[in-house]
Every structure is written in C-alpha cells, then in structure tokens.
Nanobody, 130 residues
Framework: EVQLVESGGGLVQAGGSLRLSCAAS????????IGWFRQAPGKEREGVSC????????YYADSVKGRFTISSDNAKNTVYLQMNSLKPEDTAVYYC???????????????????????WGKGTLVTVSS
C-alpha cells in the first residue's frame, strides 16, 4: 500500500524558513511524479511544486518561484520542499501527493487542483506570522 507521510511544518515568522519532508513507501522512486499542494481555509487547493523522476524537471507555482526549492533523495524515498522568505500568505496545510508511472511532465500533475495525483498524505500545517 502506498503511503505518504509529511513532516516539518510549524510556526515561523515572516521572512523565515522551513523544510518540509515527505517520506514515501509502497513504491520505488522510478518514473514517478511527486510534489506539494497547499490549502488555506476558504481557498482552493493549489499546486505548489512538483518534480518528475524521469528527467528531473520541476514545476513551481508563480507565487513561490524563487523562494521554494523541491528536491528528492531516491535512497531515502523522500522528497523535500525548502521554503525560504516565507510570507503570511504561505500559511496553509501542505500536502504531499504522488503518481507512480507518470507519463507527463510535472506541470500536468501539479495542475487541475491535484486531480491527476493518485496518492495523498495527511498534510502538515505551516503557519507564517507577520
């Protein structure tokens, strides 16, 4: 059974940094798409950043480009999201999501409100205070 477990969320002041981790089990890191979505109360879920194992391409939402960096460690079956220069509007529950045997680029899987992802974690809360 595929499982995704997020960690690393917490409370941070604006301008600070956090690193989120997503530990995956139940599938190997080959030909997959994996990444991060977030949802704030009253707002639609949005794709933040996704990465493809086939070619290493990464997608970033315009709102986080230049501030966030996604990376993966295949030996540990773990994907990370380094978040710098955090803003209050980054406050949300962050979810890890994945699609094994991905056939398309990371944008496809980070779009459509996550409908193209197969598996989801429970989420980790990030709160950025002003």
């Amino acid at each position: 059974e595929v499982q995704l477990v997020e960690s690393g969320g917490g409370l941070v002041q604006a301008g600070g940094s956090l690193r989120l981790s997503c530990a995956a089990s139940g599938f190997t890191f080959d030909n997959y798409a994996i990444g991060w979505f977030r949802q704030a109360p009253g707002k639609e879920r949005e794709g933040v950043s996704c990465i493809s194992s086939s070619d290493g391409r990464a997608y970033y939402a315009d709102s986080v480009k230049g501030r966030f960096t996604i990376s993966s460690d295949n030996a540990k079956n773990t994907v990370y999201l380094q978040m710098n220069s955090l803003k209050p509007e980054d406050t949300a529950v962050y979810y890890c999501a994945a699609k094994p045997r991905a056939m398309f680029g990371p944008y496809v899987y980070c779009s459509a409100y996550g409908r193209n992802m197969n598996y989801w974690g429970k989420g980790t809360l990030v709160t950025v205070s002003s």
